[in-house]
């Protein structure tokens, strides 16, 4: 049906739209390559931490999607997961295609594009927050009406101020469920779950970190 298909195209669109806006790029000096390597692996297990060519600390909170060299005259893409290391004035990157040394001189950024879980949490946690707030303050403006009024229809405003109020509520909860949360890694979890056996005089003593 027409109607159908006008609302797949439209989901697709949002989708599109959503994901496009959790994209982040930062630019990096290539000091950093080593640093933000480890994060390239399909399960990190602590996000990289970087800083930037202007000057800021910045941890990566999500997928690391493109790394691109930039040295004078264009760029070099990288295929991750990579590894990278620098030795003397050379920065070299092993990525999926093979090994690429660079002079750290002839570098002048490494671009990097990342799909930011935090954005991804708190954009629809802000909109939700957003929508919430006509709820809540008609709601109290009614509550608060209620009570002071002498009227017959005071039990009444108070009833539905309520009532709107708690849609309030329940719309802003999750919202802020949503700003609240702190991603992690994909690998944090299983890192922490790691089995440790410590063998003493005494036995074994069998262990896990919850």
Not at 32 to 49: G, H, I, K
Not at 66 to 90: C, E, K
Request: aromatic letters at 6%; glycine letters at 10%; a neutral charge.
């Amino acid at each position: 049906m027409e109607w159908m298909r006008i609302a797949r195209h439209a989901a697709v669109s949002a989708s599109a739209l959503v994901l496009g806006a959790c994209t982040t790029v930062v630019n990096i000096p290539a000091s950093e390559v080593p640093e933000l390597a480890p994060a390239t692996r399909p399960e990190p297990v602590e996000w990289a931490t970087v800083h930037t060519t202007d000057g800021k600390t910045e941890t990566l909170k999500g997928t690391i999607d493109d790394v691109r060299i930039w040295v004078r005259g264009g760029s070099t893409p990288v295929y991750l997961p990579m590894n990278a290391q620098i030795a003397g004035d050379v920065l070299t990157i092993r990525d999926q295609v093979g090994s690429k040394a660079f002079r750290m001189q002839d570098v002048e950024r490494v671009q990097v594009e990342y799909f930011d879980r935090e954005k991804a949490y708190k954009m629809p946690g802000g909109t939700l927050l957003g929508l919430s707030s006509p709820f809540v303050v008609t709601g109290v403006a009614l509550l608060v009406s209620g009570a002071s009024s002498q009227s017959d229809f005071s039990g009444l405003m108070a009833v539905y101020g309520l009532f709107i109020g708690g849609i309030g509520l329940g719309i802003a909860i999750p919202g802020i469920v949503l700003v609240a949360i702190d991603p992690k890694p994909p690998g944090a979890r299983s890192a922490r779950l790691h089995p440790k056996i410590d063998v003493t005089p005494g036995g074994m003593r069998f262990s896990t970190a919850f």
